[in-house]
């Protein structure tokens, strides 16, 4: 393998800002070494803490649970686009202009689509309620687009890819087989292609898991 590893994972802690109504997590110590020789914890959390992917049986009631998703849809050349400059929800105009603009050269083979916005640490979202301020959500134009291209995946470093409490382009993706990962951290990742590789936990029969996610720069293989 050649090329930097980049790990883009917002990890799970306490401190991992949750969708709102969403579960908070629990992390206890259930024994320890200096008592039981081991240390073992229990972890409490709600399937769509951290980074996450979500599966279509988290909006449909006899969608795909997330251990049965195609580990191949979530592997690929994937193009990391820089719209951190914006304040708005991203509309297709915009989401389309700049990706042209930025990829236009290099599209062949790209299937997965990650949207960077003006985010520039997910720390910076522990007190922010992204339900409400829709931080640089996707418009649904924009979520017909992203279906219109073929793309096997879409992943945004905001908590949700709609804007407010809308599910429209959660609906779209999933009946279009196109997973949604959320809540990555791209804030120091240039744009640019990479290498991209996701694996959710094999959380039988949910509706979401939190996943490791990394990109590759350069040669692979």
Same mark, same amino acid.
């Given at each position: ?8 994972? =917002? ?12 579960? !908070? ?9 200096? %008592? ?13 803490? +951290? ?20 580990? %191949?849809?979530?592997? +690929? ?11 708005? +929800? ?10 042209? @603009? ?26 922010? @309620? ?17 279906? !219109? ?11 949700? =890819?709609?804007?407010?409490? %809308? ?11 196109? =997973? ?8 120091? =990742?240039? !744009? +640019? ?10 959380? !039988? ?17």
């Amino acid at each position: 393998m050649h090329g930097r590893i980049l790990d883009i994972t =917002v990890g799970v802690s306490m401190d991992t800002p949750v969708f709102p109504g969403d579960p !908070e997590t629990l992390i206890e110590a259930v024994s320890s070494i200096r %008592s039981e020789g081991y240390a073992v914890s229990r972890v409490t959390f709600g399937t769509h803490t +951290g980074t996450h992917v979500d599966a279509p049986a988290h909006i449909f009631e006899k969608g795909l649970s997330v251990d049965r998703l195609p580990l %191949s849809s979530m592997m +690929g050349k994937a193009f990391v686009l820089d719209l951190s400059d914006g304040t708005a +929800g991203i509309s297709q105009r915009e989401l389309r202009a700049a990706f042209m @603009n930025s990829c236009a050269g290099n599209a062949t083979g790209v299937d997965i689509l990650l949207v960077k916005t003006r985010r520039v640490s997910n720390s910076m979202c522990q007190n922010t @309620n992204d339900h409400d301020t829709g931080v640089r959500g996707l418009m649904p134009d924009a979520g017909v687009w992203v279906v !219109e291209q073929g793309f096997k995946l879409i992943g945004t470093d905001t908590l949700s =890819v709609d804007v407010g409490a %809308s599910l429209d382009n959660h609906r779209l993706f999933l009946e279009n087989n196109v =997973v949604i990962l959320e809540n990555i951290n791209v804030s120091e =990742v240039a !744009e +640019g292609l990479y290498h991209f590789v996701c694996l959710p936990l094999k959380l !039988e029969g949910c509706d979401a898991a939190p996943a490791r996610v990394v990109l590759i720069e350069g040669e692979f293989f």
